[in-house]
């Protein structure tokens, strides 16, 4: 059965990095792009971007508080996929969701499986 | 580009049937037929139930069902069950490689 299993809870200071693992079974790893959404305490989601397994590409979200600051990158020895956000600040407390995509050349049709969720604080 | 514009709350009786709206633009929802929905409980990650505007992924309830009309997606939910009571999450694909979601719909079981 498919399965993404991120790795645990984060807490980083204002300034630093985080990097959250996501680590797939049950399917073809290279053959499915994954992506990665955030949802702030109370808040709604927020799609960040998504990696291709197969070459490493990937595209993240041109909106303004994230753009320029996350990067995604890929282990296929492993099947796991990365995503690091630098620089961060308190708006960046959320949980982070890795999902794999569905549809079209870039799996942006839908999401159909996710990870269980890695939270992340930001905080002094 | 902004979040999909989803009522913040939807309420019915068990049995009853509801719908949850989602607007975007020509852009998003009214350029293509890819909008998905994502029911979240407390705690847990989202759950994909409709995707490609009015597919069903397999498990998911006949009672779930999706349609859209011009920039305006909708979810309808017939039967009401208690275990329905969940947060529900539109998404479309918005052109330039990009994907965006609504604000998220409350739903309560009375």
């Known amino acids: 059965q498919v399965q993404l299993v991120q790795s645990g809870a984060e807490v980083r200071k204002p300034g630093a990095s985080v990097k959250v693992s996501c680590k797939a079974s049950?399917?073809?790893?290279?053959?499915?792009?994954i992506h990665w959404v955030r949802q702030a305490p109370g808040q709604g989601l927020e799609w960040m971007g998504k990696?291709?397994?197969?070459?490493?590409?990937?595209?993240?979200t041109h909106t303004e508080k994230i753009q320029g600051r996350v990067t995604m990158t890929r282990d296929t020895s492993t099947f796991t996929v990365y995503m690091e956000l630098s620089s961060l600040i308190s708006e960046d407390t959320a949980v982070y969701y890795c999902?794999?995509?569905?549809?079209?050349?870039?799996?942006?049709?839908?999401?159909?499986?996710w990870g269980q969720g890695t939270p992340v604080t930001v905080s002094s | 580009q902004s979040a999909l514009t989803q009522p913040p709350s939807a309420s019915g009786s068990p049995g009853q049937s509801i719908t949850i709206s989602c607007t975007g633009t020509?852009?998003?929802?009214?350029?293509?037929?890819?909008v998905s929905w994502y029911q979240q409980h407390p705690g847990r990650a989202p759950k994909l139930i409709i995707y490609?505007?009015?597919k069903r992924p397999s498990g998911v309830p006949d009672r779930f069902s999706g349609s859209k009309s011009g920039t305006t997606a909708s979810l309808t939910v017939s039967g009401l069950q208690a275990e329905d009571e969940s947060d529900y999450y539109c998404?479309?694909?918005?052109?330039?490689?990009?994907?965006?979601f609504g604000g998220g719909t409350k739903l309560t079981v009375l």
């Open positions: 998404s479309s694909y918005a052109g330039s490689n990009n994907l965006i």
């Open positions: 990696i291709n397994p197969s070459g490493g590409s990937a595209s993240a």
């Open positions: 999902a794999r995509g569905r549809g079209g050349p870039r799996g942006l049709h839908y999401l159909d499986f």
């Open positions: 020509s852009s998003d929802i009214g350029g293509y037929d890819y």
């Open positions: 049950g399917y073809t790893f290279t053959n499915y792009f």
């Open positions: 490609e505007v009015t």
